[in-house]
C-alpha cells in the first residue's frame, strides 16, 4: 500500500546518507529524507550544501552560526527548508528581517529563534508569544528553553486569546498526563503545547484521548517512548480513529525493517504518523475545512521536531529520579 512512498524515502535516504556519510548521526539523516520525500523532492547534497554554506556565511546569520556549541542538526534544518521553499535568496532576506523582530520583541540570539523567524508574522505576533513564553516559564522553568522559542511563535499565530489561560491549559496537560503515566520530560511539553493548537482552553476529553491513543498503539505491539509524544499529540488534533491508528502500525512495521531506519527505529513510527497525517491535510485541504487554517505551518513545524537538542533535561530527570511539583 505505501510501497511507493517506501521508495521515494529509501531513495532520498541513500542520497542523504552518500553525501554526507551518516553525519551528523542517522536519525537527522532520515529525518532529512523523509523531509524531502513529503514535499515530493529529490535529495540533492550540493544544493543542500550551497544553501548551508550560503546561511552560515551570511552577514546576518554569521554569529548565530559560528557560535561555540551552534547545533548542527538545527543548521541542517534551517537549510533545508531554505532548499524547499525555493528563492533562496528573498526567503533567507525574509528570515533575518523576521529574526530581528524577534530580538525587538525580547527574544535572545539562538538557532531557535532563526527556526521561529519561518512562522512569525509581525511585531503583535512576536510580543503575543513573548508573552506566552514568559507564562510558560513561570510554571515549567526547567523544561522550558530556547527551544520553546517556535512553540510560542507557532500557538499565538491565529490567537488573541490571555497567555496566561493558554499557560494554565498547558499545565493542567502536562499534570493530567503524568498522571497517565506519561514520562516527565521535554517531549511532554511538547505534546501538551501541541494539544493547545486549536483551542487554548482546557479540553478532558483530549487528555483521554491521548492516553488512549498510547495505548492502542502498544496493544498493537508499538513501543511508544518519549520522542514520541508530540506526534500522539497531532493525532490527537486529527481525531484519529482506530482504523488510521491500523494503517499508521503497519506502515510502522514496513518502515522498521527499511533501512531508512537503520540506528534509528524510533523513527518509524514518526515516519508513520507524519505520512498519515500530510494525506490527512491535503484530503482536509481538498474539502475546504475551515479547521486547515495553520495546518501547514503545523506540519511544517513537525518536520522540525527531530532536529531540537532535547537530550539534556530528559537524561537529567532520568539519572536524578527528580519529581518535579507540577
Known sequence: M??????KLETNYDKVFNYTGGHPDLQIVTSLAAQYTYAGRTYSGLEHQAVIDQVACNESTLSIFSTKGSDSRLQYKIATDLVLKGNVEEHLAQLNKNDSLLAECGFSR???????AFFVKDVAHGMRAKKLYDEMNKYHPMLTRKSDFPFAILLTANNNESASVHAQTMNHYFKS????????S?????????LTFFDVHEHQELVDYVAQL????????????KI??????????????????????KLEQQL??????????????????????FDYAEVQQAIHTTQMTGWADLLHFSDGLLYFSFHFIDGLTDLLDINLNF
Open 228 to 249: 514520541h509524544y508530540p506526534f500522539i499529540g497531532l493525532l490527537a488534533l486529527t481525531a484519529t480513529d482506530l482504523q488510521l491508528v491500523e494503517a499508521i502500525v
Open 110 to 116: 539562538s538557532l531557535y529563534r532563526m527556526v521561529s
Open 186 to 194: 521535554d517531549a511532554l511539553q511538547s505534546l501538551t503545547q501541541i
Open 2 to 7: 505505501y510501497t511507493h512512498f517506501i521508495e
Open 256 to 277: 522498521r525493517v527499511s533501512r531508512v531506519t537503520n540506528g534509528a527505529k524510533e523513527l518509524a513510527l514518526i515516519i508513520a504518523i507524519q505520512k498519515l497525517v
Open 177 to 184: 498526563l503524568r498522571e497517565r503515566g506519561f514520562k516527565l
Open 214 to 225: 498510547k495505548i492502542e498503539f502498544e496493544h498493537r505491539g508499538v513501543q511508544v517512548k
